[in-house]
Structure formats: structure tokens, C-alpha cells
């Protein structure tokens, strides 16, 4: 399922990052790789406050709909 359908709170293993190869290697350089461990913090309009690698990450449902957990 897509990041952007995780509730807040949950915590779950990313399975792939999918998109075009700009934006895979974006969301890589941000700490989306697949294997890692990433949990909801919150979600306000649309957009995902995410903990992933230690670090408090914001990204829109766009991108959150790209990375497979």
C-alpha cells in the first residue's frame, strides 16, 4: 500500500519507491530506501509529516503516494 494511506502512529518497512528516476533519486537522498523503516507522525491537508532514518521529513500526498511500504 502507498505511504499516504498509513495512519499516524503506524510504523511500517519500505518496499519500493517508484516514480520517474529524478524523483526515485530524490526520495533516496531524503532517506526513502527500500528496507528502511518509516512511521506517520502526522497528516495535515493532504500533507505527511513522516520519522524516517531518525529525521522528521514533510512531503505532499503526491510524493507519499510513490513510496510503496
Partial sequence: M??????????????????????RRFLEKLGFVAGGMVSVISETGGNLIVNVKDSRVAIGRDMANKIMV
Avoid: D, F, R, Y
Fill in 2 to 23: 502507498p505511504l499516504s494511506m498509513m495512519q499516524p502512529g503506524a510504523e511500517n518497512t519500505i518496499k519500493k519507491v517508484g516514480g520517474k528516476e529524478e524523483t
